[in-house]
């Protein structure tokens, strides 16, 4: 009987929460949207009956502070993928993180589809190494599933001490199962800027990241480019996650006229439009964008304002397509909610979010099948085997002997070893296209431009750098331009 009172009590304190969350929510929504009132007290109702229910008849007796922040969480999830509910002590992690030293896996995750996914791996980093690709799904992490579980607690979960291990679980598209892999954690430095002069006339410029230092450190770059006489930029965001809002307003002004349009954001808040600075502006050479699938946020800002400006060419696959804003509101009890409050649209009116950025000449880097296979490739024993026995120059060395005469037998002999590397591998069920594995090689060569020399996406913004003179390049990038986009 006194089991049955308790009961009948806490099922009155449901009914009393009830009552008291309907007036505080009443409260809240005539201040902003009246009209959604009825239909969200209709449904209080239905939320404490269950409350009550759960109390009184589920074989155990829950933490009431455990059902609300299980109700908080499973509410945000409908809403979007980043929209997160932060408990107290998540809270308090996540204001006092600094940049001290952790031991990551050097890639940007995010969830799509309800999947949690790879943006993009950085290069150089232990993701990198394993070869770990944008759109790869991750369904477990240490055989734990990450279904329902965000962004932040999946990277909380991938972050640990330096040289201990994390076991992914991949499902990628095109492989019949899943993919287990072990990751060594590692200090992740990822350097935001490289900049190279290619075929001592070609400003290569590639943006890794949007932070505080980027702007600068492409300033530096058109130093060097003017200093070198240069003829055209190419600006490669491939697979550049994003990164901070202001730093690409920043790049996008080293490009545009001052006071021009790089995006604005809108959402229930007055639109906000985010415009290139005054001053700013580098010399206008011809310019062509790289970009493909692991390119998103911030990166996808940049290429959108360009194109849409008609600045310069955008070349590649169409981008990620992430962009919104989220903003955190601190709550009782030291706890906070982030949410969705607006998106990015490109000075066009496009809105980025989910869509992606539709380049001016769609050009895969390499077909899926040859990307899985380039992976495979990644710190390859025949491939470092194939360098340490030929030279670090064997590239240059290859193009000499497909040009060299017939009779010249020291040329025949190296290609015969080439192609004896291309046989081997095929045994191992790679086989890539002869410009595939000159890329793969060039990955493993001491010699960083050997990574841009021998990319076919690279080679082909240089070609289009000698086809498209500045005054043109708008007229040609709207005759291009994909009706999707539109």
Not at 252 to 270: R, W
């Amino acid at each position: 009987m006194r089991s049955i009172i308790l009961h009948l009590k806490r099922a009155r304190s449901y009914l009393l929460f009830g009552l008291i969350l309907a007036i505080q929510i009443s409260v809240c929504i005539v201040a902003t949207n009246a009209e959604s009132t009825d239909e969200l007290l209709e449904n209080i109702s239905l939320f404490t009956e269950v409350l009550a229910r759960i109390q009184q008849e589920h074989v155990d007796t829950p933490q009431a502070k455990k059902l609300m922040y299980g109700a908080i969480k499973g509410m945000l999830q409908t809403l979007d993928p980043y929209s997160q509910f932060f408990e107290p002590e998540t809270y308090k992690e996540f204001r006092t993180q600094t940049h001290g030293t952790y031991g990551g896996l050097g890639m940007e995750i995010g969830v799509r589809n309800s999947r949690l996914t790879v943006i993009s791996p950085f290069k150089g980093t232990p993701a990198y190494q394993v070869g770990m690709q944008t759109d790869d799904f991750i369904s477990l992490i240490d055989n734990q599933p990450t279904t329902n579980m965000t962004a932040h607690d999946a990277a909380k979960k991938m972050r640990g001490e330096p040289g201990t291990s994390v076991t992914l679980t991949v499902i990628r598209e095109g492989e019949s199962e899943p993919i287990e892999v072990v990751i060594i954690r590692d200090v992740i430095r990822i350097q935001s800027v490289e900049s190279y002069v290619l075929d001592s006339q070609i400003g290569y410029l590639r943006i890794n990241q949007f932070r505080d230092t980027t702007a600068l450190d492409v300033d530096q770059a058109f130093e060097k480019f003017t200093q070198q006489g240069i003829k055209g930029i190419i600006l490669d965001l491939r697979s550049n996650p994003g990164g901070l809002l202001r730093s690409a307003v920043d790049i996008a002004s080293d490009f545009l006229p001052p006071n021009q349009l790089v995006v604005y954001t809108k959402g229930k808040q007055p639109r906000k439009d985010h415009l290139t600075a005054e001053g700013a502006q580098q010399k206008p050479y011809p310019l062509v964008v790289l970009v493909n699938r692991g390119s998103a946020s911030a990166s996808e800002i940049v290429a959108a304002a360009i194109k849409d400006h008609q600045r310069g060419l955008i070349l590649g696959e169409r981008t990620f397509g992430k962009a919104s804003v989220q903003q955190i509101f601190p709550l009782g009890n030291d706890a906070a909610v982030k949410l969705t409050i607006a998106r990015y649209f490109s000075p066009k009116g496009t809105d980025i979010h989910k869509v992606g950025i539709t380049p001016n000449l769609e050009d895969p880097w390499f077909s899926r099948s040859e990307s899985q296979m380039l992976s495979r490739l990644i710190d390859h024993q025949s491939l470092k085997s194939f360098i340490e026995a030929n030279g670090d120059d064997i590239l240059v060395r290859i193009e000499a002997a497909e040009d060299a005469s017939r009779d010249d037998y020291q040329a025949a002999g190296l290609l015969r070893k080439y192609r004896r590397l291309s046989d081997k591998l095929s045994k191992e069920q790679i086989v890539l296209s002869d410009e595939a594995l000159k890329y793969a090689l060039a990955r493993e060569t001491e010699n960083e431009r050997d990574d841009y020399k021998y990319d076919p996406q690279v080679a082909s913004a240089i070609r289009q750098l000698g086809l498209v003179p500045l005054q043109g390049v708008g007229l040609d990038l709207e005759s291009s331009e994909s009706p999707a986009e539109n």
